[in-house]
């Protein structure tokens, strides 16, 4: 069974970076891709961006992400620990969210999901 | 973008009942569109994926119809637990987009 569990402060200052990591276990990172989705009250469900073409033997992978953010997001991989990880710089209040990791179907349906984590960001 | 408006806000049904969510796109999305269902501090779960595939472990009772800008879920008997916020979401156009949700809620 395809397990994800995300990991990080769930506190974050304002224009400091909010990182996350998702570790993912009963799939070969390798072998999909992989989405973060961030879920809010006023805005709903978001999402922000996956990495894709992920090359085991060089640890890096194709990204591609939400214009909404402006540039502030960054998704990057550890194929030997089976995580990848966000990034996203400049935070406000208005990231303050539950952000999921998320098996990507080849840029279409997310199939499985993390538990999500709550991150809020406050001074 | 494309934006997802999904009817009604909220259904207010009984267990046995059929339940009939709407989601319409701004523009066309083939059927490129998937549905999910999230409980009260779960994660969505995908329910439905090319407007009418049922995902992997997902009962009959769930059905998707549609094509272009209008979409169906149909739950044909409402179970428990299906109560909940259900989603739609669409991979036809970029970024991928989500609805703002319908809640079917016990009447």
């Known amino acids: 069974q395809v397990q994800l569990q995300e990991s990080g402060p769930g506190l974050v200052k304002p224009s400091e970076t909010l990182s996350l990591t998702c570790t993912v276990s009963?799939?070969?990172?390798?072998?999909?891709?992989w989405s973060w989705i961030r879920q809010t009250p006023g805005k709903g469900l978001e999402w922000i961006g996956y990495i894709y073409n992920i090359d085991h033997s060089s640890n890096s992978g194709s990204t591609e992400y939400n214009p909404s953010l402006r540039s502030r997001a960054t998704i990057s991989i550890d194929t030997s620990k089976s995580q990848f990880s966000l990034q996203l710089a400049s935070v406000t209040a208005a990231d303050t969210a539950m952000y999921y990791c998320?098996?990507?179907?080849?840029?279409?349906?997310?199939?499985?999901w993390g538990q999500g984590t709550l991150v809020a960001v406050s001074s | 973008e494309v934006v997802l408006t999904q009817s009604p806000g909220t259904l207010s049904l009984s267990p046995g009942e059929r339940a009939t969510l709407s989601c319409r796109a701004s523009q066309s999305v083939n059927t490129y569109l998937a549905w999910y269902h999230q409980k009260p501090g779960q994660a969505p779960r995908l329910l439905i994926y090319g407007a009418s595939d049922r995902a992997t472990g997902i009962p009959d009772r769930f059905s998707g119809s549609g094509s272009g800008t209008d979409f169906t879920l149909t739950i044909s008997r409402l179970e428990p637990e299906d109560f909940g916020m259900f989603y739609c979401q669409q991979y036809g156009g970029s970024p991928r987009t989500f609805g703002q949700g319908t809640k079917v809620e016990v009447k």
């Open positions: 998320a098996r990507d179907r080849a840029s279409t349906r997310f199939d499985f």
């Open positions: 009963g799939a070969s990172i390798s072998s999909y891709h």
